[in-house]
């Protein structure tokens, strides 16, 4: 080997040694959404700028903001352990519960933010810089690598609402359970609410419809149809993909939003035109916060 | 083209009889005896009454099951394998079925291999959701309303899985996912049996979910049956 080489060979070595923490060997990760094509070199620069603060150094949710420390050596500064990147276990995908998102799940997590968590909506960069740090991101966990996202669940048409289909998704929700964990009324205070925990055995709440048009995964019913039939993995959240139609999904959606009670959709007015929605809706007093707390439980 | 024919014709002698040394019905075996020393905690109540469906099931005080004992000290509910010294084995196509019965786990732990069908029922009239945390694996989370089919599964890498319902915060389970078919999960009576091993030198190791692991090496020779013995130290919370 020549001197060259053997330079060449050193310098390879410790280009790759470097590129901590995916320890990204081979190909260099990259992301793919439409005309967007994401740059896990470009990402990482913008990750160590806007992210490691909570997400943490190895991408492992453990950043100072989560650690305890400073004042307040019992409690971390946020109440809600960020994403552990390592894992690969995401809340929001267009895929099937148990299976990786796909790119564009990712960079629309980015972008949307979450919401009643401290994770803001990253609006402020660019669709590029948003694109680089799902690159970036997927390169924390050797899943990307060896295996392909989960095949969209597909979205039907949405049926046009009306009031059977409120009622029915009524029906379901008292079937399903749902009120076990989100509360007859969907504020979030069901018997088992107080109990739950995440898969990180931190405490976590039921979403409150009565608070609110967002939901953790979007804004719009084809959002919610979505986080029906995915589930939000790592979290108490089922899918329920495999046990209920299609149909029974929109009408779970079309009740839903008669329960955000300050959110005028054209379900809640429709609801509401009827003599037992006005009577309901009536009857729900507005109370808690949208951090959940004054919430009886 | 002649060298091939004695080839084959010495050669099958050969395999069959490599094959009928290895595949010997009689060979030894492992049995023994969970045990434990110390005080365990005691049992938690579990209170049932805002899942009426399930508490009218049981005509006795159900009580947590993360250390269950037996006469004489023994410990059950303790997953018995053999780490390293056999061969991974292919998966059996039988499912192994974990059953949600009163708002238990039955089996509350279920031991099965890599790649076997996992079948996950639910006997309640009630609203489970099965969600095993897995960590080497894929982490699902899946609702199970009464009266619906079956969820079938599978998982590729050996793992201990803690699996648990939201819906009804007692209910937690381990799925014990192992490389070969030579496992046990002691009964009542603490007592183990890992029959039809081949000689060799094989790592033992016991599993259990409160007092964790422990290991012994173990070798076989000819068709003997060897007795082992665990003992956990008990954690008084």
Not at chain 1, 218 to 238: C, E, Q, R, S, V
Request: proline share 8%; aromatic share 8%; charged share 20%.
């Amino acid at each position: 080997m020549s001197a060259h080489k053997i330079a060449k060979s050193l310098f390879l070595t410790a280009a790759a040694l470097l590129t901590i923490p995916g320890l990204v060997t081979g190909q260099q990760m990259e992301s793919h959404m439409g005309k967007l094509t994401g740059h896990a070199d470009s990402g990482k620069q913008l990750y160590f700028r806007f992210c490691w603060g909570c997400h943490g150094f190895r991408g492992d949710g453990s950043g100072e903001n989560w650690l305890a420390t400073g004042n307040y050596p019992t409690q971390p500064y946020l109440n809600i352990q960020p994403r552990n990147f390592d894992a690969a276990v995401f809340k929001c995908r267009s895929t099937p519960t148990g299976t990786l998102p796909t790119d564009e799940d990712l960079y629309n997590s980015v972008g949307r933010g979450f919401v009643m968590t401290n994770m803001p909506s990253w609006i402020s960069i660019t669709n590029q810089q948003r694109a680089d740090l799902v690159a970036f991101i997927k390169s924390f966990s050797p899943r990307f690598k060896s295996e392909k996202p989960g095949d969209p669940i597909k979205v039907p048409a949405e049926p046009k609402v009306t009031v059977e289909s409120i009622k029915h998704g009524q029906e379901l929700f008292q079937k399903l359970e749902c009120w076990k964990c989100h509360g007859p009324e969907g504020r979030g205070d069901g018997p088992s609410a107080s109990t739950l925990t995440d898969s990180n055995d931190q405490p976590i709440r039921p979403y409150n419809f009565a608070v609110g048009s967002r939901f953790k995964c979007g804004a719009t019913n084809h959002d919610l149809y979505k986080i029906f039939m995915t589930g939000l993995d790592g979290t108490p959240m089922p899918s329920f993909a495999d046990v209920i139609k299609p149909e029974d999904g929109w009408d779970l959606v079309h009740f839903l939003r008669t329960l955000q009670v300050t959110n005028k959709s054209p379900e809640l007015a429709l609801w509401e035109s009827t003599k037992e929605g006005a009577e309901q809706i009536a009857s729900r007093k507005i109370h808690g916060t949208p951090t959940g707390s004054g919430i009886n439980q | 083209m002649r060298l091939k024919v004695i080839v084959i014709t010495l050669g099958l002698p050969l395999i069959s009889f490599v094959a009928l040394l290895s595949a010997r019905p009689d060979g030894g075996g492992i049995s023994g005896k969970v045990t434990y020393e110390g005080t365990p905690a005691k049992p938690k109540a579990i209170d049932m009454s805002k899942e009426p469906s399930c508490a009218k099931q049981h005509t006795t005080p159900i009580t947590t099951e993360t250390v269950v004992t037996g006469p004489g000290n023994s410990l059950e509910n303790v997953v018995v394998y053999i780490s390293a010294g056999a061969p991974d084995d292919s998966a059996p196509s039988q499912p192994a079925t974990f059953d949600q019965k009163g708002c238990q786990y039955i089996p509350h732990v279920l031991a099965f291999q890599v790649n076997q069908p996992l079948k996950v029922v639910n006997d309640d009239q009630t609203s489970h959701n099965i969600h095993p945390l897995a960590k080497i694996n894929r982490e699902w989370n899946k609702s199970q309303p009464p009266g619906t089919p079956p969820i079938l599964d599978k998982y590729d890498k050996p793992e201990f899985i803690p699996v648990k319902c939201n819906v009804h915060p007692w209910m937690h389970g381990t799925f014990a996912v192992l490389k070969n078919s030579h496992y046990a999960v002691s009964g009542n009576d603490g007592s183990f049996r890992l029959p039809n091993l081949p000689a060799g030198k094989y790592t033992v190791t016991a599993w259990h979910e409160a007092y964790g692991e422990q290991t012994q090496e173990v070798t076989i020779s000819g068709s003997e049956a060897k007795n082992i013995t665990f003992v956990f130290k008990a954690k008084p919370y």
